[in-house]
């Protein structure tokens, strides 16, 4: 009868030993390119807060929004991007 789990073998030294220092070297430059990206973030320009909002309460002060009339009036048709475009026929003959 065979026994139910077999016994490893220890291996070789040395080739575990290359084994662990690659997977260290693995682990080091995995945490050199996250430490790097984490740096390049950390350089990005910050805009604060309650700038970006002064911002954009300006824009949508200042832009004419067509989508709504309520607030800047009815729009004219011409003017209106949002309107259906007027088209003189179905085809063009050249």
């Not at 320009?45 to 709504?68: C, H, Q, W």
Request: proline share 6%.
């Amino acid at each position: 009868m065979s026994p139910a789990y077999a016994i490893r073998a220890g291996g070789d030294p040395v080739q575990l030993k290359k084994n662990k220092q690659s997977m260290n070297e693995l682990k080091l430059r995995r945490l050199t390119e996250l430490n790097l990206r984490l740096r390049e973030d950390l350089e990005r320009p910050r805009v604060k807060l309650s700038e970006a909002a002064m911002g954009l309460i300006n824009y949508t002060n200042t832009t004419k929004d067509f989508m709504v009339p309520q607030i800047w009036g009815s729009v004219e048709k011409r003017e209106d991007p949002y309107a259906p475009q007027q088209t003189k026929g179905c085809c063009t003959v050249m």
